[in-house]
C-alpha cells in the first residue's frame, strides 16, 4: 500500500497506545515523574512482546529512543531478508503515540523517524523524535 499503507501502520499503533496507555497511567497514579511513566512504557513494550526500547535523553521537545531487538525485525528478516530502508513503522507510531501520553500532548503531536533500523542490518533500530 506504499505510503498510505505506512501512515496507516504507524497512526494505529500511535492511537491504539495512546488510549491504552492512558488507561493503565489512571490505574497507576503513583507514577508521577517522566522517568517512571517511560519505564513503564518501555515494560509495556516488551510485555507486549514487541521488544525492547531505550528512551535516551527523551524531553518533552523529542529525543531519540534505540531498540536492540524488535520482533517487527526478527519477522521481516526471516520472511523477507535485508531492506534498503527503515521499515519499523509500527514500532515508530507506537512511540509517538506513548510519548504524547507521557507529556500530557494531543495524538499527533510527535513526529518519529526512523534513522537506523536492524532490517537494514544496522547493529540497532534508531528513533528520533520530534514536534511537529
Sequence with gaps: MGEEGILLIYQSAEA?????????????RELRTVKSKLE??????????????????????????????????????AKHGKRDTPGCHFPRGWIAGALAVIYSKPIGHYKVAEKKCKMMRDEECVFYVEEC
Design 16 to 28: 491504539a497506545i495512546y488510549n491504552d496507555l492512558t488507561a493503565l497511567l489512571g490505574q497507576y
Design 40 to 77: 513503564m512504557a518501555s515494560i509495556v513494550y516488551q510485555n507486549c512482546g514487541l521488544g525492547i526500547i531505550h528512551p535516551q535523553q527523551v524531553r518533552s521537545s523529542g529525543g531519540y529512543i534505540i531498540s536492540p531487538s524488535s520482533h517487527h525485525v526478527t519477522g521481516w528478516l
